[in-house]
């Protein structure tokens, strides 16, 4: 009787140890898998990443629109049909090409076939056009500005090319870019520039010298019209924080920024690592790029915070800040951030309320014999 006492404990041991095993390894499969599927999410924001640094380094060829593209492609997670945006592209290129063939510029100076192709995209992005298909002529729709979700904080895609290339519709993010994106397929250059919370494009021509292009309401402004906006200080001026003519390495950092923002919407609990590299490299390239240098304060203050909610110290009370630090992680980062910060003031940079913006933006219309540069619209015969 004792014998079997003793069988039926060991027994129910040796269940026990088995069920904890199996219940170990199926803890370790779902951890594998989580982490399979962690490095597949984080696979396309690396790989899109990587893309860009090595354009940046000259290892790999130059294209807006593939970086573009990939950040894109990263936040959906490698399911953007981006073979339907090349087949955008290139009836848009071929578009551009119609009309070069179709329209004579009144322009007589030595660069008049870079200045026809900037014309050409220009139409094709902003007016109407007669286009001739079989024996019926219908009119052809540009792009238009969409006013909902401007900033992309509903939904970031409203940021995205293949958004504007979808609905024709966009803002003064994917519009520049899309410009930016035709005049390369063209074979000319064209010159990002930023303002306040604000794209647009930059072209040097014989004729007139710099000129802006402002697709969100197909006008060519005088500098007047950015000053007028009241956030433009003139140190931000001349360390080419604002109305800076970027060159296309310049440019990329742009798309280190977006590929930032999109990771910290794709994975809005992440550790701040992927985010900080993509500003470092954006700021190595462009010094003075505030979305970046501002993106990489608000990442090392996160982090800061991180540590006093570890230390159990609420975030919304000043006084804990002291508390905080105590603890050389917390005070480190916590000097950073205030540099980083006192920086972005110093070089010039002010913020622009979002309301203002909107304001501003629309002030261009309603007051376009103000601002607008007359000159470039005597080109078009």
């Known amino acids: 009787?004792?014998?079997?006492?003793?069988?039926?404990?060991?027994?129910?041991?040796?269940?026990?140890?088995?069920?904890?095993?199996?219940?170990?390894?199926?803890?370790?499969?779902?951890?594998?898998?989580?982490?399979?599927?962690?490095?597949?999410?984080?696979?396309?924001?690396?790989?899109?990443?990587?893309?860009i640094d090595n354009m940046l380094n000259d290892k790999q060829e130059y294209s807006f629109k593939n970086a573009v593209f990939g950040v894109e492609n990263a936040y959906y997670q490698g399911k953007l049909d981006v073979l339907q945006l090349e087949r955008e592209i290139n009836f848009l290129k071929a578009f551009s090409g119609s009309i070069l063939k179709s329209r004579e510029l009144n322009y007589s100076e030595s660069d008049k076939n870079n200045v026809s192709k900037y014309a050409a995209v220009f139409s094709i992005?902003?007016?109407?056009?007669?286009?001739?298909?079989?024996?019926?002529?219908?009119?052809?729709?540009?792009?238009?500005?969409?006013?909902?979700?401007?900033?992309?904080?509903?939904?970031?895609?409203?940021?995205?090319?293949?958004?504007?290339?979808?609905?024709?519709?966009?803002?003064?993010?994917?519009?520049?870019?899309l410009y930016k994106i035709l005049a390369e397929e063209l074979g000319v250059d064209a010159n990002l520039a930023l303002a306040p919370n604000h794209v647009y494009i930059k072209h040097r021509i014989k004729a007139v010298g710099w000129y802006?292009?402002?697709?969100?309401?197909?006008?060519?402004?005088?500098?007047?019209?950015?000053?007028?906006?009241?956030?433009?200080?003139?140190?931000?001026?001349?360390?080419?924080?604002?109305?800076?003519?970027?060159?296309?390495?310049?440019?990329?950092?742009?798309?280190?920024?977006?590929?930032?923002?999109?990771?910290?919407?794709?994975?809005?609990?992440?550790?701040?690592?992927?985010?900080?590299?993509?500003t470092k490299r954006a700021v190595e390239v462009y010094p003075y790029?505030?979305?970046?240098?501002?993106?990489?304060?608000?990442?090392?203050?996160?982090?800061?915070?991180?540590?006093?909610?570890?230390?159990?110290?609420?975030?919304d009370n000043p006084e804990n800040?002291?508390?905080?630090?105590?603890?050389?992680?917390?005070?480190?980062?916590?000097?950073?951030?205030k540099k980083e910060y006192g920086y972005i003031y110093e070089i010039g940079y002010r913020q622009m309320p979002e309301e203002m913006y909107l304001d501003w933006l629309v002030s261009l219309k309603t007051e376009r014999s103000k601002y607008e540069n007359k000159k470039l619209n005597n080109f078009v015969k």
Not at 7 to 27: D, G
Not at 40 to 46: A, D, V
Not at 321 to 337: G, Q, S, T, V
Request: contains cysteine; aromatic residues 12%.
């Open 1 to 51: 009787m004792k014998n079997k006492k003793l069988f039926l404990q060991l027994l129910r041991l040796s269940f026990l140890i088995v069920l904890f095993l199996c219940n170990l390894t199926s803890a370790q499969e779902v951890k594998n898998v989580f982490l399979e599927n962690t490095d597949k999410e984080n696979r396309f924001y690396e790989e899109a990443f990587q893309n």
């Open 125 to 177: 992005m902003c007016q109407s056009l007669p286009v001739m298909v079989k024996d019926t002529v219908i009119q052809y729709k540009p792009f238009n500005y969409d006013f909902e979700d401007v900033f992309g904080h509903k939904e970031i895609s409203n940021l995205f090319v293949s958004k504007l290339l979808l609905t024709k519709k966009g803002n003064c993010n994917s519009m520049p870019y």
């Open 212 to 278: 802006n292009t402002e697709l969100t309401s197909g006008i060519f402004p005088e500098d007047g019209w950015l000053m007028a906006s009241g956030y433009i200080h003139l140190d931000a001026i001349k360390n080419g924080v604002f109305m800076k003519a970027l060159n296309n390495k310049e440019s990329l950092a742009l798309c280190l920024f977006d590929l930032a923002q999109a990771y910290n919407k794709s994975f809005p609990e992440n550790d701040g690592s992927f985010v900080l590299n993509c």
């Open 289 to 315: 790029f505030a979305k970046a240098l501002i993106l990489k304060a608000e990442t090392h203050k996160k982090m800061f915070e991180k540590v006093m909610k570890e230390e159990n110290l609420s975030t």
């Open 321 to 337: 800040i002291k508390l905080a630090l105590r603890n050389p992680k917390a005070k480190e980062l916590f000097d950073i951030m």
